[in-house]
């Protein structure tokens, strides 16, 4: 249960991995304290089921379609984020691989690679997307030109 006393009302969050399992309890528990949330992940139906949860509690979401192996994918996700809702206040690095089905004996160089590549390369580049250009920054949307 979140404490009544959180809230992140006029907020806005990137919770990646918001399909499922933490992700998804997640950006539903930042919904209901008042943020606006985009909900990222490489399931893009998931992602659309948890923002619609999201919406039909009267808050607001936007799903995206995430692959955080590619950095023009984080990149998008951000700025997708930034235009729709004007700033990025939050990121919540949720999504995860592994291989269960072997041991380290077992897996293969290709299946490692892709597990360090979802865990740790993936959370580097949503970081390195999500950073203002200059500390203490919000990241916002910048003007349009009339």
């Known amino acids: 249960m979140i404490d009544p006393a959180f809230t992140l009302e006029k907020k806005t969050a990137i919770v990646v991995g918001a399909a499922n399992g933490i992700g998804r309890a997640t950006a539903l528990a930042f919904a209901a304290a008042g943020a606006r949330v985009a909900c990222r992940d490489v399931e893009e139906p998931g992602a659309k089921a948890t923002a619609a949860e999201i919406e039909q509690g009267g808050a607001q979401a936007l799903p995206v379609h995430l692959d955080v192996t590619e950095g023009a994918s984080c990149r998008a996700a951000v700025a997708a984020t930034v235009q729709r809702f004007g700033g990025l206040d939050v990121l919540l690095y949720g999504a995860a691989d592994s291989d269960r089905t072997a041991t380290v004996l077992e897996?293969?160089?290709?299946?490692?690679?892709?597990?360090?590549?979802?865990?740790?390369?993936?959370?580097?580049?949503?970081?390195k997307a999500a950073i203002p250009p200059h500390p203490g920054a919000r990241r916002t949307a910048r003007p349009r030109a009339p």
């Open 107 to 127: 897996m293969d160089e290709a299946a490692w690679d892709r597990v360090i590549r979802i865990n740790l390369t993936g959370a580097f580049l949503m970081v």
